[in-house]
T-cell receptor, first 114, second 115 residues
């Protein structure tokens, strides 16, 4: 079976533009997570989906960040009016949804804002 | 709220030497504990996990970790380092509650193996 797939793998955008990052989780995984990885900062939790709803979006850094999940599967993370500090690797992970949570990660999208 | 502290952002060992990567956690309830490894330009891969039961946990690639509640630690070890072990290692803690089973990660330890 396929693992978690993220696209694009790399994205370069100009400051002020909007970007969309996509995540295809492992089939059947009900839980989906977005993390941000910045140099020297470890992994920063952004948002958690259970099915199509997001019971925990406490990690989204500003209202420029939003995410949705449709059909209990694909998720899109959208960043509006990108800033240079948004440059990072955005990692998506999925899980069967029952504790203990074991996350299966995609290879990430490296976002560079120029 | 839970938290994880990894001591040492960068550790260097000689090939064949013991690998010891340190992790301490903070949690108000019994935690689930994890070690993940990240190779360059890849996502994170699970090395091992502690849930309940035996406190010494064995994982892939010869790694193991011991849960010590009294010390709130979950250090990762491997008796003999191999060049292929060079990567970044992340310790993580998970607890249930608040509708989210998110993992909280440490900042990572980059392991270099010297030939």
């Amino acid at each position: 079976g396929a693992g978690v797939s993220q696209s694009p793998s790399n994205k370069v955008t100009e400051k002020g533009k909007d970007v969309e990052l996509r995540c295809d989780p492992i089939s059947g995984h009900t839980a989906l997570y977005w993390y941000r990885q910045s140099l020297g900062q470890g992994l920063e939790f952004l948002i958690y989906f259970q099915g199509n709803s997001a019971p925990d979006k406490s990690g989204l850094p500003s209202d420029r960040f939003s995410a949705e999940r449709t059909g209990g599967s694909v998720s899109t993370l959208t960043i509006q009016r990108t800033q240079q500090e948004d440059s990072a690797v955005y990692l998506c992970a999925s899980s069967p949804g029952q504790p203990p949570v074991v996350l299966h990660f995609g290879n990430g999208t490296r976002l560079t804002v120029t | 709220a839970q938290s994880v502290t990894q001591l040492g952002s960068h550790v260097s060992v000689s090939e064949g030497a013991l690998v010891l990567l340190r992790c301490n956690y903070s949690s108000s309830v019994p935690p689930y504990l994890f070690w993940y490894v990240q190779y360059p330009n890849q996502g994170l891969q699970l090395l091992l996990k502690y849930t309940t039961g035996a406190t010494l946990v064995k994982g892939i690639n010869g790694f193991e970790a011991e849960f010590k509640k009294s010390e709130t630690s979950f250090h990762l070890t491997k008796p003999s380092a191999h060049m292929s072990d060079a990567a970044e290692y992340f310790c993580a803690v998970s607890v249930s509650g608040a509708g989210s089973y998110q993992l909280t990660f440490g900042k990572g330890t980059k392991l270099s193996v010297i030939p």
